[in-house]
């Protein structure tokens, strides 16, 4: 080969790592009563950083779900097939109880344990995470309906992926789904247009269109229809019990800038059956606690993909040198380096924050129930917001070879705005703030509490908390509070992630977040932290374990 052609300076592949190795990550697991699977999770980390588990992820992003309307005799078959790797990447997340598991455990930190391993293994691979996300948020809204739980639930929570069309209750597990958005609605659900019609054995007919439904080929969906008494909420299986196919009509694959691997649908019910989950008229308040779940989810996966972005930015500048001497050497470089992972840090904490209040609440803890409310709220606007910010500037590190989709930066580019949009996009979710403290008994006063947790310890948050409570009085004028109402859950964010950060963290990720995010001492980019930044313990927390 021609000298011209010798490769150098350039990065090894990042494998054989676990995506586990993260102090925040085990810090908030040992503090909140998760630390007896603390071997679980780091043997799922390391899997999920393998070779093997890499290759799924591009292989299942690589090769789309592709859609079969018809078989090759021109009968209606309404089916979507997968990549093998895709059903490798399911079958890993279901039998390590990554979907509905945790409610069937009766350890504390049930919940915090099962957000630590959805945390670890959706930074291979974030688009099969979607159907294991809706699995798990649709436990607690199926128990509005006892009757259906009792004989659902039990196989939502089974470890078994056991893929393929046949009735519900004869298979080994079951994977959930969820359908509401209408073409016409939006995220104004009740506007919603499907119709059901009560067939006179205790089940209902629908007929309409959905515009939105991930994962297609779930066992179950959760979905809005309307009845006489108003908006309902139904569970539709895709096969009946004996044996034939529902009638849900698949129209077409949406064609997504991103989460590829992951089929999302429109269909049509042509008199699908389906029968009732909670009160008939109420269905809002039946699926609210489904969403809520799933925004859970979207915290986690946003705090997922920058920790993934991280991961590979350092990992590139530990191994790339310019202008003589390495990246991560270079103070420019670091302050950026430094400035992602602080970003980082502070989306897990307070992800596993909230994944542990929903352990407590479950335990009957009002508090923890009211913080996690308001909590999930303000952390689905701003967290998840960040998260496009991040693998932007991350992918960036890596100049041009960031920007070849064989660095897998590009997907994860293409990734992150989508959990900004899931579940109520940006107004949905400062509006939504709003309504939690409007209506949420004792959300603010535990919130306060919360953050009031680190009151002495830095003047900065001290300060950034007094900003925040000077804010809440203009919320009594509606119009107002509508305009702020971004403004306001950003803050509400930033001085919950600044506590958590002050009491738990290393001293030098609590001070650079509390000078740049709470201090003003930022530029509008990453990599503008305070020059005095001590950003050697910082790196040091963030940086790969096959870099140590």
């Not at 992003?61 to 090759?72: A, F, G, S």
């Not at 919940?111 to 293994?121: I, N, Q, S, T």
């Not at 991350?394 to 992150?416: D, F, I, K």
């Amino acid at each position: 080969m021609s000298a011209t052609h010798e490769v150098f300076n350039q990065v090894p592949p990042l494998v054989g790592f676990s995506t586990a190795d993260d102090p925040a990550l085990m810090e908030s697991l040992r503090r909140d009563g998760g630390g007896w699977a603390e071997r679980e999770v780091r043997e799922l980390g390391a899997r999920a950083g393998s070779a093997e588990v890499q290759e799924w992820a591009r292989l299942a992003e690589e090769h789309p779900p592709v859609l079969h309307t018809h078989d090759r005799y021109g009968h209606r078959v309404d089916e979507v097939e997968y990549h093998p790797a895709y059903h490798q990447l399911m079958g890993a997340a279901v039998a390590s109880g990554q979907h509905a598991a945790a409610w069937s455990e009766s350890r504390p930190g049930a919940h915090l344990v099962r957000a630590a391993k959805f945390y670890a293994f959706a930074q291979a691979e974030p688009g099969h995470g979607c159907p294991i996300s809706m699995t798990y948020a649709a436990v607690p809204a199926l128990r509005a309906e006892p009757e259906l739980a009792a004989r659902y639930e039990p196989l939502l929570a089974a470890r078994a992926y056991d893929f393929g069309l046949r009735p519900p209750l004869g298979k080994q597990g079951l994977i959930a789904g969820m359908s509401m958005t209408e073409k016409q609605g939006g995220s104004d659900v009740r506007a919603n247009t499907t119709r059901a019609v009560p067939t006179g054995d205790g089940g209902y007919v629908l007929t309409g269109h959905k515009w939105f439904t991930s994962a297609p080929m779930s066992d179950v969906f959760l979905t809005l229809a309307q009845t006489e008494e108003g908006l309902t909420c139904f569970l539709v299986p895709r096969v009946l019990p004996d044996g034939s196919r529902n009638p849900l009509r698949l129209m077409r694959l949406k064609n997504k800038l991103g989460n590829r691997s992951n089929a999302s649908a429109e269909i049509e019910y042509e008199s699908a059956v389906a029968w009732r989950v909670g009160e008939p008229g109420r269905g809002v308040r039946t699926i609210v606690e489904m969403v809520n779940v799933t925004r859970l989810d979207c915290v986690i996966g946003s705090a997922a993909g920058m920790r993934a972005g991280l991961r590979q930015a350092l990992h590139h500048a530990e191994h790339r040198r310019a202008f003589g001497a390495e990246l991560v050497d270079q103070p420019l470089m670091r302050n950026v380096l430094a400035d992602l992972a602080v970003e980082s840090e502070a989306a897990t904490t307070l992800a596993m924050r909230l994944a542990a209040a929903l352990d407590r609440a479950e335990a009957g803890d009002e508090g923890e129930a009211a913080l996690r409310r308001l909590g999930l709220a303000v952390s689905k606007y701003w967290v998840c917001k960040r998260g496009s910010a991040h693998a932007a500037e991350a992918l960036e590190c890596l100049g041009g070879n960031g920007y070849v989709e064989e660095s897998g930066m590009p997907r994860l580019y293409r990734e992150a705005p989508l959990l900004s949009i899931w579940e109520g996009s940006g107004n949905v979710a400062a509006l939504d703030v709003l309504r939690a403290l409007g209506r949420e008994s004792g959300a603010l006063e535990a919130f306060l509490a919360e953050v009031g947790a680190a009151a002495g310890a830095d003047a900065r948050l001290d300060a950034a908390v007094d900003r925040l409570r000077g804010l809440l009085p203009q919320l009594a004028d509606p119009q107002r509070a509508q305009l702020l109402a971004r403004r306001l859950a950003e803050q509400m964010t930033l001085v919950l992630q600044g506590s958590l950060l002050v009491r738990y963290s290393h001293p030098a990720v609590a001070d650079a977040f509390c000078a740049s995010r709470l201090d003003g001492d930022w530029g509008h980019a990453f990599g503008t932290l305070p020059p005095g930044t001590d950003t050697e313990p910082i790196l040091e927390r963030a940086r790969p374990k096959a870099e140590r």
